[in-house]
């Protein structure tokens, strides 16, 4: 929706974004504004605009015209932003305590204004440094299982799943997913990116047919499975913790696909953890990835009992036929999440911060065998036992 007078494109800076907040009333008259660009992620600036006599702050968030880590070169669709705040909308009707507040949205300027979550921290770097998040996979949980379930034709009348299916149409942002996650790192691609110590590993990944004929049919899953509205980037740098709240923020890769990507992003990023940790802090990670597969599993079931419109849903095996196969693709897509941030473009700070050097490729290595093992073995696994057994194998 456009909320401005001014109907063009023009992308902001922290002066500019100050006068936006004026003309979107977003503080008293007489406050006294000042701004901060604080984004630190791969594609759009995010400022921060506080009022130094109240101490109140606001979000603005700005989709820039192509992707900002790689620059002009590759251009990119603005309308994510409106997808962005559209799926937090969206979610939000299900997950209010787990979404930000939307104030505003305006697709011209391709901004949505966002409640400060600045209280907390996103969750990728509070877990490198050590933080416990004990109710992060509780929540992660529920989120998913109340998102997936209510967007899916399970809660939906089929007009209007299709309907938002249609409104979530996100071609740009999914073809980097196709590219970035299920394509280039499985190839010989310019995209990947990694240590040369670790090119012994990736050629016989690159040769391995096998796990290949995985990975396409993962592919195909994304492509053309539109179960559930999902978040579709849903890493731990998507997600705002904190002792006793969790928010999730940045749904731009928003679409309708397959629900176990979006629960094998985050197992998947609980992983490179996993990796990287011993111990009792071990043991915590996988706690929480425990207690994220079964509150999910839980919630879901709870949902399906009472709120299924669809009349299979009562034939005995019909639920748990779902969920095993929701289960399966969220050990696939969790290897490939593996795999992708090792190896290709974009990685993850879990790993690549890890220093010394022998270490990190240690570690890195053991991400590619456990993202090859996921995608392998994703149907010979029946439950989240056998994920927590493999990891726990790995270092006895
Ligand atoms: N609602 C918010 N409150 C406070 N900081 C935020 C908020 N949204 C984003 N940020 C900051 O901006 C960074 C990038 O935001 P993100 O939405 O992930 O952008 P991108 O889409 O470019 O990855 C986050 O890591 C966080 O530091
Ligand atoms: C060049 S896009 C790569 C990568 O960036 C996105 O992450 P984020 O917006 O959270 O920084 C997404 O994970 C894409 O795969």
């Known amino acids: 929706m456009a909320i401005l007078a001014k109907q063009s494109y023009e992308s902001l800076t922290e002066d500019t974004a100050i006068h936006l907040a004026k003309e979107l009333n977003l503080f008293p008259e007489h406050a006294s504004l000042s701004c901060i660009e604080i984004g630190d992620g791969n594609l759009n600036y995010v400022f921060k605009i506080s009022d130094r006599i109240t101490g109140s702050s606001v979000i603005i968030k700005q989709a820039l015209p192509y992707a900002k880590v790689v620059g002009e070169s590759w ?9 962005e705040a559209n799926a937090l909308k969206k979610h939000g009707e299900y997950v209010p305590h787990l979404v930000p507040k939307v104030f505003a949205a305006d697709e011209h300027l391709a901004i949505t204004v966002i409640e400060d979550l600045s209280h907390l921290e996103i969750a990728r770097i509070g877990l490198i440094n050590g933080a416990e998040y ?3 996979s509780q929540d992660i949980g529920e989120y998913l299982a109340k998102t ?24 740009e942002l999914c073809k980097i997913t196709e590219d970035l996650v299920f394509t280039d790192p499985f190839f010989n691609h310019d995209s990947n990116d990694y240590e040369p110590e670790l090119a012994e590993l990736v050629y016989e990944l690159w040769k391995n047919t096998e796990l290949k004929v995985e990975a396409a049919k993962l592919k195909r899953s994304f492509v053309t499975e539109a179960e559930s509205l999902l978040h579709g980037d849903l890493h731990t740098g998507s997600i705002f913790a904190g002792p006793a709240e969790t928010k999730v923020i940045d749904p731009e890769f928003a679409f309708y696909g397959p629900i176990g990507f979006d629960v094998g992003q985050f197992i998947g990023n609980l992983l490179f953890q996993s990796i990287v940790r011993t111990g009792v802090k071990r043991d915590m990670i996988h ?17 399906w009992e009472s709120h299924n419109i669809e009349p299979f849903s009562k034939t005995e095996g019909v639920k748990e036929d779902f969920l095993q196969k929701v289960f399966r693709d969220t050990l696939g897509f969790a290897g490939c999440e593996l795999i992708r941030r090792t190896i290709g473009l974009s990685h993850v700070k879990d790993l690549d911060g890890i220093e010394p050097k022998d270490q990190r490729i240690l570690f890195k290595k053991r991400a590619i065998e456990l993202g090859t093992t996921l995608i392998l073995n994703r149907s010979q696994w029946t439950s989240i036992t056998d994920l927590i057994g493999r990891l726990e194998e790995e270092i006895s």
């Open 75 to 83: 251009p990119l669709t603005i309308k994510r932003s409106t997808i």
């Open 134 to 136: 004990p109710n992060l």
């Open 148 to 171: 997936l379930f209510f967007t899916s034709d399970f809660a939906l009348h089929p007009f209007e799943k299709k309907r938002l299916a249609a409104q979530f149409s996100n071609p």
């Open 287 to 303: 706690t929480h990835i425990r207690t994220t597969w079964d509150v999910f599993y839980s919630t879901f079931s709870e949902l």
